[in-house]
Structures are given as structure tokens and as C-alpha cells.
């Protein structure tokens, strides 16, 4: 019982870190020169205590780097949570400084027509390097920063603000600027994607009909009369004038000659006719068969 009791007391000031614990993030990495912000949770029965940043693996020798109540106290063993009986609650985490190269966004989409910005980061060591832009697998296509530490054409611009970040602008996207790029700081060089779509198009329906004013407002306007087109059309109209006027002259004539024979037989026709009536009169007597001869030049009649 006595042992149970001084196991108890031994893992006292250790409870409150598993009832309420500090938490953060494992590990961290960040480029060379680029700021860093660590968050750490605690619970609300902590909100009234000193918090600190110290360096160090064992919490009773780290070397404090920044406190809450800066600048009273510099050692954080002074600041016991709970006095001699109880244990800060602690958090560790490890940060890694990279060398060398990232980008805020690998992978970009942009509408054609459209402009994508690229952020390039880099670490102090390469702030003086040469900055390039180029196409994957076409070094033909690589831009360089000039000695203004810039770089702009129609559809490219470069800008290194010598602060570890240069942009790369990509102006008026079009479908073939689809595929990868890298963009390079001395030797260092990462990856990007640029992805461009197609511009979506708008239909435009009509909900209303339209009236008969509405609709002669989109009839074309017409065409002035020139001097040309009138002479054309009277050139046209005097063809068809003309044509009209011989058709009916040729049957005129036509009609004339029909005329001119009908009256031409008149008199033959009418002799035929008397002589067929006075045959038909002494037809009962006669028993023979009588001929009659007309010539036509002469107009005399024949009979025997």
C-alpha cells in the first residue's frame, strides 16, 4: 500500500499533461530565409499562464528564445505550472531549413484569353543567381532575367523583387500554352503545371416575341440607288419592252395570214356549195355520177 502511494505521488505532476495537453505539428519545414509561424493549442485552464519558445530536447535545459512576459524572466524553469509539484506541459516539434527552391502553387489552371501568376521562392543563398522561366525539355524556350533583374514580351513577364520570391505572369493564355514548366534559381529548379481551358460560350436566347417593329429594326437597311444600278435596271426593263413588242408583232402577223387565206376561199367555198345544191336538186333524174373539176388559179368551176 505505502508503494502504491509513492508511485501515486511520483506521476502527479505528470497528469495534468495527458488531461491537458499542449499539441503541435511534429515537424516543419521551411526554405532558407522564408518566415516560419508555429501554432500550439492549449486548453482554456491554460489561457492565464506564461507561455514560451525555448531550444533544446529536454525541457529542463532548453535555452529560452521568446516569452509571453518578456523581457521579467529569461529562464523558463521559473514559471512552474502548479508550483514544485506539478510539471510544464510541453510541446516539441522539429524544423527542417531547406536550401534550394519551392513554388507557392505547382500546379495552375488558367481561361484562355486569361493571365496566371507563378511565385517562385528561393533561399538567401541564391538571391543573387540568375533567374530563368523555361518550358520543360525545350531549352530554346528558357527566359532570363536581364541585369534589371526582369523580363516582360507579349505574353511572358518576369520579376525578381530580391526578397526570395520572383513571379513569372503568363499573359494571354491560349491552348497551346497547356503543359510543364520549371522555373530556376542558379542550379535549383522545380516544376510546374500550367493547364489552360477553353472559354466557355454564352447562348443567348429570346424569351419575348418579337413584334413587327422589333423585327423590321434587324432587317438590313437597303441599299442606295446609284446611277450604276439605275441604268442597270432600265437597260433591263427596255430588253423586256423590246421582247414584248416583237412577240406580239409575229403574232400579228400570223393571225393576218390566217385572215388573209379564209378570205382568199370564200368565193371557191361558196360556188362549191351552189353547185352541190343544184346537184342534190336533179339528183332523182340523173344516174350518173358527176365530176367537178375546180382550178384553184383560175377560179372557174367544171362539171361533167
Same mark, same amino acid.
Given at each position: 500500500?505505502?508503494?502504491?502511494?509513492?508511485?501515486?505521488?511520483?506521476?502527479?505532476?505528470?497528469?495534468?499533461?495527458?488531461?491537458?495537453?499542449?499539441?503541435?505539428?511534429?515537424?516543419?519545414?521551411?526554405?532558407?530565409?522564408?518566415?516560419?509561424?508555429?501554432?500550439?493549442?492549449?486548453?482554456?485552464?491554460?489561457?492565464?499562464?506564461?507561455?514560451?519558445?525555448?531550444?533544446?530536447?529536454?525541457?529542463?535545459?532548453?535555452?529560452?528564445?521568446?516569452?509571453?512576459?518578456?523581457?521579467?524572466?529569461?529562464?523558463?524553469?521559473?514559471?512552474?505550472?502548479?508550483?514544485?509539484?506539478?510539471?510544464?506541459?510541453?510541446?516539441?516539434?522539429?524544423?527542417?531549413?531547406?536550401?534550394?527552391?519551392?513554388?507557392?502553387?505547382?500546379?495552375?489552371?488558367?481561361?484562355?484569353?486569361?493571365?496566371?501568376?507563378?511565385?517562385?521562392?528561393?533561399?538567401?543563398?541564391?538571391?543573387?543567381?540568375?533567374?530563368?522561366?523555361?518550358?520543360?525539355?525545350?531549352?530554346?524556350?528558357?527566359?532570363?532575367?536581364?541585369?534589371?533583374?526582369?523580363?516582360?514580351?507579349?505574353?511572358?513577364?518576369?520579376?525578381?523583387?530580391?526578397?526570395?520570391?520572383?513571379?513569372?505572369?503568363?499573359?494571354?493564355?491560349?491552348?497551346?500554352?497547356?503543359?510543364?514548366?520549371?522555373?530556376?534559381?542558379?542550379?535549383?529548379?522545380?516544376? /510546374?503545371?500550367? #493547364?489552360?481551358?477553353?472559354? *466557355?460560350? !454564352?447562348?443567348? @436566347?429570346?424569351? $419575348?416575341?418579337?413584334?413587327?417593329?422589333? =423585327? /423590321?429594326?434587324? #432587317?438590313?437597311?437597303?441599299? *442606295?440607288? !446609284?446611277?450604276? @444600278?439605275?441604268? $442597270?435596271?432600265?437597260?433591263?426593263?427596255? =430588253?423586256?419592252?423590246?421582247?414584248?413588242?416583237?412577240?406580239?408583232?409575229?403574232?400579228?402577223?400570223?393571225?393576218?395570214?390566217?385572215?388573209?387565206?379564209?378570205?382568199?376561199?370564200?368565193?371557191?367555198?361558196?360556188?362549191?356549195?351552189?353547185?352541190?345544191?343544184?346537184?342534190?336538186?336533179?339528183?332523182?333524174?340523173?344516174?350518173?355520177?358527176?365530176?367537178?373539176?375546180?382550178?384553184?388559179?383560175?377560179?372557174?368551176?367544171?362539171?361533167?
Amino acid at each position: 500500500m505505502l508503494q502504491l502511494f509513492l508511485i501515486t505521488l511520483t506521476l502527479l505532476p505528470w497528469f495534468p499533461a495527458f488531461l491537458c495537453r499542449v499539441t503541435t505539428e511534429g515537424e516543419h519545414a521551411v526554405m532558407e530565409g522564408q518566415p516560419l509561424t508555429v501554432p500550439c493549442h492549449y486548453g482554456p485552464q491554460y489561457a492565464g499562464y506564461v507561455k514560451y519558445w525555448c531550444r533544446g530536447k529536454m525541457r529542463e535545459f532548453c535555452t529560452s528564445l521568446a516569452r509571453t512576459d518578456e523581457p521579467r524572466s529569461a529562464n523558463p524553469a521559473e514559471e512552474k505550472i502548479g508550483g514544485a509539484w506539478s510539471a510544464d506541459d510541453v510541446a516539441y516539434t522539429n524544423i527542417k531549413v531547406i536550401h534550394g527552391m519551392s513554388v507557392v502553387n505547382s500546379r495552375l489552371i488558367g481561361e484562355e484569353g486569361s493571365s496566371i501568376t507563378v511565385e517562385c521562392q528561393y533561399s538567401e543563398r541564391y538571391r543573387e543567381s540568375e533567374k530563368k522561366w523555361c518550358r520543360s525539355g525545350d531549352w530554346s524556350s528558357c527566359l532570363l532575367t536581364g541585369s534589371d533583374r526582369s523580363y516582360e514580351d507579349t505574353s511572358v513577364a518576369i520579376s525578381d523583387d530580391r526578397t526570395r520570391t520572383f513571379t513569372i505572369t503568363l499573359k494571354k493564355l491560349k491552348m497551346r500554352d497547356t503543359g510543364w514548366y520549371w522555373c530556376s534559381a542558379g542550379q535549383q529548379q522545380i516544376a /510546374v503545371h500550367v #493547364l489552360v481551358t477553353s472559354r *466557355p460560350t !454564352t447562348a443567348v @436566347s429570346v424569351t $419575348s416575341t418579337p413584334t413587327t417593329s422589333q =423585327s /423590321v429594326a434587324y #432587317l438590313p437597311p437597303p441599299k *442606295p440607288i !446609284t446611277k450604276e @444600278s439605275w441604268n $442597270s435596271h432600265s437597260h433591263i426593263l427596255e =430588253s423586256l419592252v423590246v421582247c414584248a413588242s416583237i412577240m406580239l408583232l409575229v403574232g400579228l402577223l400570223i393571225l393576218a395570214r390566217k385572215l388573209w387565206k379564209q378570205h382568199k376561199q370564200d368565193p371557191v367555198l361558196r360556188q362549191v356549195k351552189e353547185i352541190q345544191a343544184r346537184h342534190n336538186e336533179y339528183s332523182g333524174d340523173l344516174q350518173n355520177s358527176a365530176v367537178v373539176f375546180l382550178n384553184r388559179d383560175s377560179q372557174d368551176v367544171h362539171m361533167y
